[in-house]
């Protein structure tokens, strides 16, 4: 028996014969009034400790499949698409019904850096599939980043070939690297300042510490100070410098971020001498982040919204910092395709 479209056979083989050989159908057991389901899925590869099983149910002869010249079993396939893949810090599953995940073998959280040009072109080779994250998601240890699958049974070998020739000419170009890598991201220690009169005097408890201790250790840093100054563009200037000099990684300043006439945050960063990369994102939640570099060190003016809402710009951006990236006005602008955020 022979598929049309492929040069793939199916032939009846004695049990003991087929060790090595591709099972063409599934296989039920019934075991009564104990279990009746899939013994063995269409796709497996016979095992040497799977004969007494099949000969358990009956099947002294089963159908196999005798691939053509030039085919791949879906398993082969989605490995080797996987391998050509992998890069320095990337783990391979094993394959199972056609699927490989790519996942995380970094003991620390990683940023994904996934090019889509190279996703989309073999995604349009067809009968194939590359899964990923979107570039720039935090991968934690052992997390998946993407998964190359196997639409059909048996593939043309070539489909793989054109895959593994994608992805060697794109590391061609990008030194070595391919297109899906991680980024480990550094531990950093960060001093943080809460403005706010209201909070600096007692009248009411400061929220924004927690949230920032939050988000900042579940990627692997610290707030190593935290510092409280009321609504006084001076002083938040001075704690600024004070944060500055104990050369901590990054600056993150909390509070006074909106353009009521009393908030005095933005105008006091600059004061201090960082260069604005941009006061406003086009995201939302956190429209009203600034970015900003004092003196080569990282400096971010937090909006209310931190406190209380799981995903904002800081949870965006906070990770590239972290990642060694230098966040241009272009990565700002880039934020607002896909910013909106209703969960």
Do not use: W
């Amino acid at each position: 028996m022979k598929d049309s479209k492929l040069g793939t056979v199916f032939k009846e083989v004695p049990v003991q014969e087929a060790v090595g050989l591709v099972l063409a159908h599934d296989l039920t057991q019934i075991l009564p009034g104990t279990f009746k389901g899939r013994l063995f899925k269409k796709g497996h590869v016979i095992v040497e400790s799977d004969i007494p099983k099949l000969l358990d149910i009956g099947k002294e002869h089963i159908y196999i499949l005798e691939l053509g010249e030039d085919e791949l079993h879906e398993d082969d396939a989605a490995k080797r698409m996987a391998e050509a893949l992998a890069d320095d810090g990337l783990l391979l599953s094993e394959p199972h019904e056609g699927k490989v995940a790519v996942k995380s073998g970094l003991d620390v959280p990683a940023l994904a850096v996934i090019d889509p040009s190279i996703v989309h072109a073999i995604n349009e080779l067809g009968e194939i599939a590359l899964a990923t994250l979107q570039t720039h998601a935090v991968v934690m240890p052992g997390g998946q980043l993407a998964a190359t699958r196997v639409i059909p049974l048996v593939v043309p070998e070539d489909k793989v070939i054109a895959v593994e020739k994608l992805v060697s000419d794109y590391r061609s170009k990008h030194e070595g690297r391919g297109p899906l890598s991680l980024k480990p991201l550094r531990k950093f220690r960060i001093g943080l300042l809460t403005t706010g009169g209201e909070v600096f005097s007692g009248r009411i408890e400061d929220k924004f510490g927690p949230a920032v201790r939050r988000i900042v250790e579940a990627l692997g840093s610290e707030v190593a100070e935290q510092r409280f100054s009321p609504d006084e563009r001076q002083t938040i200037v001075k704690e600024i410098h004070y944060l500055r000099d104990q050369s901590y990684d990054m600056i993150v300043v909390t509070g006074g971020m909106s353009v009521d006439p009393d908030d005095r945050t933005p105008a006091a960063i600059a004061d201090a001498g960082a260069e604005i990369v941009s006061y406003g994102t086009p995201m939302l939640p956190g429209s009203m982040l600034l970015m900003g570099y004092l003196g080569g060190t990282p400096i971010m003016g937090l909006p209310g919204c931190v406190m209380h809402d799981p995903h904002t710009s800081f949870n965006v951006l906070l990770p590239r910092v972290l990642a060694g990236e230098t966040i241009t006005r272009a990565d700002i602008v880039a934020m607002g395709y896909g910013g909106l955020i209703t969960r």
